[in-house]
């Protein structure tokens, strides 16, 4: 077992579990609460699901997404949950979604499950995200097929979308010595476990290893197989890889949350992609120097400066509104009049549009960098200038080589929500 160790995740991370839920055998109604505790304690930005019944939807998406209701399930049991609420505060981009069906089908009228492919997108960056669930038969060749299939349709020109970077999660229900695992090693694919680790670990079944006895009924003996796998390509650089659902929830390591071990990954966004990055600003926020507990307010002169919380009781003249004016440039307002810009002197100010300190519409555009070095804080600049505060408390501009402006740390300025 390689536990997965719990953290919180940075601006740059994108964080993925993987886990089949076993439908409701097993002891559904004893395995259902400690399950769902397990899912939400992964802190995953999406979720992928397997042997998810129709009547369990809701049940995860609930919890794990704040939403219901959501159409990225394929019958009969592929389900795949994103939390875009979360993956939004990052400035992530949940984009389109789409299903695939493997061309082979049950005896019963239900087709051999598929895939389900979830975009998302970072600072320009498009990241696939593919849940799948490969057939569960003693049939090697029919799971290579289906990963040709998977390959063929991600590097087919059909696709109408180009990706940068993909993550494909599932149970495989193959062990690594079967073709399909060297196939997506021959395109190009990673095993997260694999590299992190540098072996796979068994994921099937639970139970307890000593006795050889579990209260899970399907066949096999306790963590003796292999069968799920995440796999990514491209341009992201894997932080973590460990299993969850891998502690019994019986006394006698007998009954676990599911028959399978989740798996959590958590990856980092590339530092040369991040500086692209545009963030999603808040519609009022507070703007606050990195590492004080200070705010921009309008002084009684009309200046911009930085005081202690309890000399700036206003809340309305520290909630600053982001209009959008163009791809990543933006009009700052102050109580959804003065608009913030610099005078010719470099002083920043609040003026009310039209006022002739406040005529030149290109000094009234901030441009927010992200500053790699200080996740979640931002350069705001000003054509070639730069924000910053200055040993009054100021706020003024200069460009970033001026000496009046030299302290890398006076110029990182962090958003909060009013």
Known sequence: RVRWLYGPLAPDHLRVASMNVRDEEDEWTVRREPLLTMLEGAGADVY????????????????????????????????????KSQLEQRNFGVEDMTHHLFREWYSCGYPIRGFF????????????????????????????????????FLHSPDVGFQWDAAILTGDFNGIPEEPFYGEFQKAGWKSAMQEYHGREIPT??????????????????PFCKTLDYIWYQGSLELESVGQIGTDAVD?????????????????????????????????????????QDVYANKSWNGNVALRDAHTNTTADRREVTAIPVVAGKYILLLSGRAQMH???????????????TNTSSTRRQWTFTSVLAAPGTYVLQLGDFQLYSDWRGHLCVARAAECTNSQEVRRHFRIQRA
């Open 48 to 83: 992928h699901l397997q042997e998810s019944g129709k009547g369990q939807r809701d049940l995860f998406e609930e919890p794990l997404a704040g939403s219901s209701g959501s159409e990225r399930y394929i019958t009969p049991d592929l389900q795949t949950i994103v939390n």
């Open 117 to 152: 492919i979830q975009m998302l997108e970072k600072a320009g960056m498009n990241i696939l995200l593919l849940n799948t669930h490969l057939d569960w038969r003693d049939n090697p060749e029919g799971r290579l097929r289906q990963t040709s299939q998977i390959l063929t």
């Open 204 to 221: 099937y079944k639970m139970g307890d290893i000593k006795s050889g006895r579990s209260r899970h009924t399907d066949h096999g003996s």
């Open 251 to 291: 006394a006698h390591d007998l009954l676990f949350p599911s028959d399978h071990a989740g798996l959590v990954a958590t990856w980092r966004i590339p530092a040369e992609t991040r500086e692209n990055e545009v963030p999603q600003l808040p519609k009022r926020f507070t703007l606050g120097l990195q590492g």
């Open 342 to 356: 610099a005078t010719p002197s470099s002083w920043v100010r609040f003026a009310r549009e039209g006022e002739e």
